[in-house]
């Protein structure tokens, strides 16, 4: 009976949980459609979402497609049919690996550092002072954000996944003997629109759970360092558990059909 | 005026707000003191819409307060200043006014403000954190007084200032009440504060207001857990 009642309380308690989350998510959605839109910190998120981001993303999707063509080679070279790495790799790279390694790199470096950012203003009473401000935070700090993030991880995921295509082309062609014409005609001529449109399609929806993430959790910190610190964690914990979830979803729903 | 009748509020099962009864007058100053989890915290929020009250009415000018109304004649100096991490000190004092005014005017006005609470104008392009405790509060004042409002309050105006720059932030305080003829509320523990600000104290004990009169008065009252108040906070 004991055990029952505990699992029931978790069960309340983790749909009251994705309850409030939804709700907040709902609302933020909402709110990009009204003004005003705060340009300033628009456009300082854009900076940091998606500039400041390139490197990281640039260096993840460089060795994973450098390790991705000596994966496929190696797996290839089994039944003969080394002549598909370019094919592969440009697959895997656009449709899984290039939006899902840059969703969790956001969600590492963007999530962590929005939850933080804002549950120590909530700690330190600046939401509040917002507030008294005559200033929505949702309108001020959270929409900001999550726009940003909405337009410029597609762009990372794009960026990602050049990257990560010219990480496999460096590698095939430097020490496994491909002809680097043929291997960059395979690769654009196999990839199609769709493939890239579920790319961008997933980096858009990947951005919008990191910010929304990170502003949900950071809004509702609890006080003192230790409050900050559970927030930044659980904010990264569940962008990339729902970055994960929301990849098989997508991914369901795009090639499924 | 506003008034507050019989708020109650409860966090968790447990009452922190025990039918709080209490009238801050129009141009004066009020200070509610009270020792730590009396509920002094939560009353400041009540009004500001922060928190809302579980039962209870809280009137401004005699209409039920409208916070979103009432927030835009209002300025707050918070226990921690709570300036904007990434903003400059003068856009913190001109936050609201950035959105009434172009940019210089707005600056003009900060840089003014800044110097009534005594801060030279080479801190306006500073960021809070790289000013002290005593600045900060001073730039915290200046943006509660930025747009001249009619409501003034102040949460623990002195906590974690030394007593020569508590002295300063008070003396501040007063002066500026008295230039404005704002409608304030003060929650504080330091006695300094109440002798130096308040035309009148109300305490609050466990959620209620056990007693309420002027600082003159409060010398010769004779309740016993005022006395053991002040005794304890001088």
Known sequence: ?257 | MITLTDIHKTFDGKPILRGVNLTLPQGQSTVVIGASGSGKSVLMRSILGLVTPDSGTITHQDAPLNPQAFLNDFGMLFQGAALFDSLPIWQNVAFRLLRQMPKPRARAIALQKLARVGLDADVADRLPATLSGGMQKRAGLARAIATDPSVIFFDEPTTGLDPIMARTINTLIRDIVSETNATTLTITHDMTTVHSIADQVALLDKGKIRWHGTPAQMATATDDKLQAFLFSGS
Request: proline share 4%; charged share 10%.
């Open chain 1, 1 to 257: 009976m004991i055990y029952l009642a505990v699992l029931g309380r978790v069960v309340l308690g983790t749909l009251g949980a994705l309850g409030r989350v939804t709700i907040f998510a709902f609302s933020a959605i909402v709110h990009i459609f009204r003004p005003p839109l705060y340009v300033g910190q628009f456009l300082t998120s854009l900076v940091q979402i998606g500039w400041l981001s390139l490197p990281v993303v640039g260096l993840t999707a460089l060795f994973t497609g450098g390790a991705l063509v000596m994966q496929i080679y190696a797996g290839g070279a089994r039944f003969n049919a080394q002549a598909v790495v370019p094919q592969i790799v440009a697959i895997g790279m656009v449709r899984e690996l290039g939006p899902v390694l840059v969703g969790l790199m956001v969600a590492a470096r963007v999530t962590a550092a929005i939850a933080a950012e804002i549950a120590t203003m909530k700690v330190t009473e600046q939401l509040d002072a917002l507030i008294t401000l005559s200033t929505d935070p949702m309108r001020y700090l959270t929409v900001p954000r999550v726009l940003a993030a909405l337009l410029v991880v597609p762009l990372l995921v794009a960026v990602g996944d050049v990257i990560g295509i010219m990480g496999g082309y460096i590698v095939a062609t430097g020490s496994l003997g491909f002809n680097p014409t043929a291997y960059l005609r395979n690769t654009v001529d196999f990839l199609e629109p769709l493939d890239i449109a579920s790319s961008l399609i997933k980096g858009a929806a990947f951005g919008m759970i990191a910010a929304i993430m990170g502003c949900y959790f950071g809004m509702n910190a609890d006080r003192g360092a230790r409050g900050v610190g559970r927030a930044t964690k659980s904010a990264v914990e569940a962008a990339a558990v729902l970055i994960l979830a929301a990849n098989f979803v997508l991914t369901a729903l795009i090639f499924a059909l």
